[in-house]
């Protein structure tokens, strides 16, 4: 009888922790669903950067409850101390940047000491040494068979004001630790990543006399003009086999949204309005968009197929919703929740879905815009500002992880990743 | 009694293996050496020589010049108000008589984001060029850019300043 009482225990226990959450409103994940792992350091030049690196890699991912202490032991030993025996992993590195980097992780399991991971990654530079520990912790993510999260070995690129009618496009690591400056002089805006592995761009240039949009591969230097056009010309999206663009542009001396065939090098009129429509993404299965159109007097988010006039309004609340993302059919939007005509307004992010109604909040303080989807559409990167200091800021949908990395460069114009 | 522990055993067990997340044993089968998915080193483009507009220097481009007389608007307008009259018709006079085609630059305050900022400039620019062409001005010699909230001509912050840079420049093509 007493057994029967122990599995009727555990069996309430484990209903009402899988049945009784709404997901929607869950706030973190359970402690007890994340692996509890600590991070031992054998560099011979240890650094908190790089300590702090792993640890917002393995926070990010929604899969591992990370130690803050900052351990240090021999990359190569076996042995474990005591009070690491309450983790269910350890992961073991070393870091040495004296000729490149070189970075040599182990994963051991705590119980036993039994090795789960072994390997070494090197690149024959410095500056890019937060790429081989998103690297490193995104094998042994794929290791451990949780959903993927190579995302956090991607390129941010974006655009930022440098002078009154000068920018700069700049190359990041997710957390901001790697930046390199790549398109220098001039006005250069609205940086867009051209493919799914990142080896082209497209931005929009001011050289000529009416704004032109340019194509450049990162690696090689080449470059090629796509489109230009009075008025303005943005790329707001890129179809997911990288032939199609939707385009904010205005041959009229109207900005509308347009779809661009870079195969035909021909363009369709997707939306036809006298005020203001931009900010085209497509959603669901690229046959339809999302959009901010001022059709209502005010900015706000609407949907539309590409090929019919039907449009439909996406959100319902908020004094001006002026930028969104989207991913399948999922939308992010940043909606402004004060009136004031100068400065200090709160504006938020809301996640919603272009088939259903649900809305939820992603954010409730500060002034959080430039709602981005990450590729495989699990996170979203935004920037933060709160009094004068800004961050770059990723919340993780699935697990409710949210990060906030300082921010120490110039007004960003525009951000892609 | 044997048969109550069996049961319970297996229907705790069943439990436990569904919440773990254990990995699998892979010991010695990842022990490579590989950097190669970083990349490899990316571009540093430097496009000065060029700049917007059609050269001079950057003084220029932050004010109308060529006789021209820049149109300011209210904060989230882009309609002319009637207290720019007097500056249109300096524009009108000035559009009707030039040769060569007249650049007409929307631009914005700070407080706006991303592409929304550049589409409300052009809707500024756009103002200013209907009125023009209403006014006897040829639509064919005018072009429209918008610089959105990127050309400041002030950095203050203050309301005076957010004033003068919700404007549309206006200036010849050279």
């Not at chain 1, 399948?328 to 909606?335: A, L, N, P, R």
Request: aromatic share 10%; proline share 3%.
């Amino acid at each position: 009888m007493q057994y029967l009482f122990v599995v009727l225990l555990a069996m309430n226990l484990f209903t009402s922790t899988l049945f009784a959450v709404d997901a929607r409103l869950k706030i973190e994940k359970d402690v007890e669903q994340r692996v509890r792992i600590a991070l031992v350091d054998g560099s011979t030049d240890q650094s908190s950067k790089v300590f702090n690196i792993f640890l917002s890699d393995l926070k990010i991912s929604g899969h591992f409850l990370a130690d803050t202490v900052h351990h240090q032991g021999d990359v190569s030993s076996n042995m474990l101390p005591p009070t690491l025996k309450s983790q269910e992993y350890v992961l073991r590195y070393s870091l040495n940047q004296q000729s490149g980097t070189e970075l040599n992780v182990r994963l051991l399991k705590s119980s036993d000491g039994t090795q789960l991971f072994k390997k070494s990654y090197s690149i024959p530079t410095t500056d890019k040494m937060p790429f081989l520990i998103h690297k490193a912790i995104s094998d042994i993510n794929d290791m451990m068979q949780y959903p993927d999260i190579s995302w956090i070995t991607r390129y941010v690129v974006y655009a930022v004001y440098s002078a009154p009618g000068l920018s700069e496009i700049r190359l990041a690591d997710y957390t901001f630790n790697y930046k390199k400056t790549i398109i220098r002089g001039g006005l250069n805006l609205f940086p867009k990543w051209a493919d799914k592995d990142q080896r082209s761009l497209y931005y929009t240039s001011y050289k000529g006399t009416v704004p032109a949009l340019y194509k450049l591969n990162i690696y090689n230097g080449s470059k090629e003009e796509i489109v230009s056009s009075d008025g303005m010309l943005v790329c707001s999206d890129v179809n997911s086999n990288g032939t199609k663009l939707l385009l904010t542009m205005a041959p009229e001396g109207q900005a509308d949204i347009y779809e661009y065939n870079l195969g035909s090098r021909s363009k369709t009129r997707v939306t036809d309005f006298k005020g203001i429509d931009v900010n085209g993404k497509y959603v669901d299965d690229e046959n339809s968009i999302v959009f901010i159109s001022n059709r209502l007097g005010y900015a706000n988010v609407f949907k539309k197929s590409i090929h019919s006039p039907a449009t439909s309004q996406v959100v319902y609340h908020g004094r001006n919703n002026n930028a969104c993302d989207a991913h399948g059919g999922k939308i992010v939007y940043s909606s402004r929740e004060s009136n004031n005509a100068f400065g200090g307004n709160t504006f938020n992010l809301y996640l919603t879905s272009s088939g259903s109604s649900d809305t939820r909040p992603l954010t409730t303080t500060g002034t959080n815009q430039f709602p981005r989807f990450s590729s495989d559409g699990s996170t979203v990167l935004f920037l933060k500002q709160s009094g004068r200091s800004s961050s770059i800021g990723y919340i993780n949908l699935t697990s409710q992880q949210s990060l906030l990395f300082p921010f120490n460069d110039r007004k960003i114009q525009s951000i892609d990743w | 009694m044997t048969q109550k522990l069996l049961i319970a055993g297996t229907v705790l067990s069943l439990l436990l293996s569904g919440c773990g997340q254990n990995a699998p044993e892979l010991d010695g089968k990842n022990n490579i050496t590989d950097g190669s998915d970083i990349g490899g080193d990316t571009v540093s483009i430097d496009e000065n020589g060029g700049g917007y507009g059609s050269g001079g220097s950057m003084g220029n481009y932050n004010s109308s010049s060529d006789g021209f007389r820049s149109v300011y608007f209210g904060f989230g307008d882009y309609t002319i108000s009637p207290n720019m009259e007097s500056n249109m018709n300096t524009n009108v006079k000035v559009g009707s008589s030039a040769s060569a085609k007249i650049k007409i630059e929307g631009n914005c305050d700070e407080f706006g984001t991303d592409e929304y900022n550049y589409a409300l400039g052009l809707k500024r620019a756009k103002a200013v060029k209907d009125s023009l062409a209403a006014q006897g001005v040829s639509s064919s010699k005018m072009v429209l850019v918008s610089f959105g909230e990127s050309s400041p001509v002030c950095t203050e912050p203050s309301d005076t300043c957010y004033d003068r840079n919700r404007r549309v420049d206006l200036r010849l093509v050279k």
